[in-house]
């Protein structure tokens, strides 16, 4: 079985986060270990506490991992503040990651920040050059290129900017213009691509971005090109959304049903 690893924070509410990443793996049939960074107070209305776990705790679980397992594939997500972001950053190059997933995590649904403003050039100076993909949102694009994106020729063209940052690719999730499709662009070297779904009237929507990056990180780990990783993962984000609108779990923006393809299933035995 192919093994992946999430290094991100923890979401005491389970729809995003490690929770978030470690589901998704499962459901893709890869085994997933974790380096928990920090500790949310968090529920579908949103994050009331962050604790950021001791920069010496961060090195020894990744040391546990690298030590043990084999890591086919590495995603990244809430890491935020300058020393996390390079401590991680030193410790991937030094176990020589070759697949890296960074999901640039900034502001949580519920509009608590993520990432400290303070941190974001030592994300992009230390960790965005390792990465095989980098997968911003609309909102985190704008804030790392300081532009506004309004439509997808601009996306394109953020897309192809935030690519000379040093990640091998990018893809830039368009779920937040104003349109009937959630349309996203993967630009790479001789790549550009645009992979369209449906947008889904939902308020549960929690955890997408965690979704989306870590299922694109599980597929690669099972040895999937990068247009067959982020194709199966975009199908598999719809259907998680779509399958999550009466769930019923909490009060806010509520979580993704992750493991929507198992339950016809479990429902015919």
């Known amino acids: 079985m192919r093994q992946a690893l999430t290094i991100a924070g923890s979401d005491s509410g389970g729809g995003a986060g490690i929770q978030a990443d470690l589901k998704s793996f499962a459901a893709a049939g890869v085994y997933g270990t974790?380096?928990?960074?920090?500790?949310?107070?968090?529920?579908?209305?949103?994050?009331?506490?962050?604790?950021?776990?001791?920069?010496?705790?961060?090195?020894?679980?990744?040391?546990?991992?690298?030590?043990?397992?084999?890591?086919?594939?590495?995603?990244?997500?809430?890491?935020?503040?300058?020393?996390?972001?390079?401590?991680?950053?030193?410790?991937?190059?030094?176990?020589?990651?070759?697949?890296?997933?960074?999901?640039?995590?900034?502001?949580?649904?519920?509009?608590?920040?993520?990432?400290?403003?303070?941190?974001?050039?030592?994300?992009?100076?230390?960790?965005?050059?390792?990465?095989?993909?980098?997968?911003?949102?609309?909102e985190e694009a704008e804030f790392l290129l300081n532009c506004t994106i309004n439509n997808e020729a601009e996306m394109s063209k953020a897309a192809k900017d935030l690519m000379k940052m040093g990640s091998k690719f990018v893809l830039l999730k368009g779920g937040h213009l104003r349109s009937k499709y959630a349309k996203d662009v993967l630009v790479g070297t001789d790549v550009e691509l645009t992979f369209t779904s449906k947008k889904?009237?939902?308020?549960?929507?929690?955890?997408?971005?965690?979704?989306?990056?870590?299922?694109?990180?599980?597929?690669?780990?099972?040895?999937?090109d990068i247009k067959k990783a982020v194709q199966t993962a975009k199908n598999y984000i719809y259907e998680t959304i779509n399958s999550s609108r009466d769930l019923g779990i909490g009060s806010g923006h509520g979580p993704l049903n992750h493991f929507c393809y198992t339950q016809s299933f479990d429902n015919a035995h």
Do not use: W
């Open 34 to 138: 974790s380096v928990i960074t920090s500790v949310t107070s968090q529920n579908t209305q949103g994050v009331t506490d962050i604790f950021n776990l001791p920069l010496s705790s961060i090195e020894s679980q990744l040391d546990a991992i690298f030590d043990d397992f084999d890591i086919s594939c590495v995603k990244t997500g809430m890491l935020s503040t300058a020393e996390i972001i390079r401590t991680v950053s030193d410790k991937l190059q030094h176990f020589k990651v070759k697949k890296l997933v960074v999901d640039p995590v900034m502001v949580a649904k519920g509009g608590s920040r993520l990432l400290e403003e303070s941190a974001v050039n030592t994300l992009i100076d230390s960790l965005i050059p390792q990465s095989y993909i980098i997968t911003p949102n609309i």
């Open 200 to 224: 889904i009237n939902s308020k549960n929507t929690h955890g997408t971005g965690c979704t989306y990056a870590s299922s694109i990180a599980a597929y690669l780990a099972k040895g999937f």
